[in-house]
């Protein structure tokens, strides 16, 4: 007979067992497993599957790799993600390690839409070819030593990520900031008109009398603008919103800033000139 050893070393191996049953149920039904047994030896914990001859084998081995490559990214990689990010960045707290572990899953899920590229494809071909040549597999140590390349691009994202997540903090201070600054100012204007008229962003007075102007293309002028609002601290932003994309940064940051004093025009004699 042709047998597969496959271990692991997990305190807890139910996860791995229970995919494991299920296969097996499946490869038995099948004809191409004659023989499964279990072992335990202190922490490790052993399974055997042997079948009858070497076409019988190559089958196996690759069954047991889609196997083990979903299990390695469904059960350990959410485990392996945390440990990294709090080995690599033990200043965030646990609720900051969940958040960044998440951007991860994000990043990796558009990515792999993108590129088309799946890492279970790629952790199942290493270890349908690490079977082959060894016809046994200690999963955690397949982790550990053969897919370093795996956890230094988990690595990589993670950094961003941590990235992404500081640069969005101090975003949100900064606007918290301003927001502050709005409520405790004395409005100079009961309201303030924001208008895009062709290659300019305006702010009128309630009179429309032009109080700023800035290119629409200049970054520094669109920061003078959200500046001059904050200054003036109208008691209500109406933003003729046609002109304006729905995803635009300054009417996001303007919402995010003036909350419920903001009101939208979506159609006026003004939007129409």
Known sequence: ME????GTESANPEALRRRLVQQVESWQRNGLLQEFNETSTGKITVWDCKTENGNQLRNLERLTAQMLADYIVTELEPVLLKKLARL??????????????????????????LTGESRRQAIFQKIEDYLSIEGQINVEGFLRFRLQEYQRDLLTLINQSADDYLIEQEYQDFINLLKYFVEIQEPRYPEVHLLRIKRELVLYDPDFSPIHREAVADLEGIDAIVST????????VIVHATKFATDDELLTTINSIFDDRVCLCLGCERCLE
């Not at 965030?92 to 998440?102: R, S």
């Not at 609002?229 to 209500?236: D, E, K, N, S």
């Open 229 to 236: 609002l904050v200054t003036a601290a109208p008691q209500r």
């Open 88 to 113: 690599h960045h033990p200043h965030f707290k646990a609720e900051e390690i969940e958040i960044i572990c998440d951007k991860v899953r994000q990043r990796l899920l558009r990515e792999e839409v």
């Open 3 to 6: 047998a597969i050893w496959i």
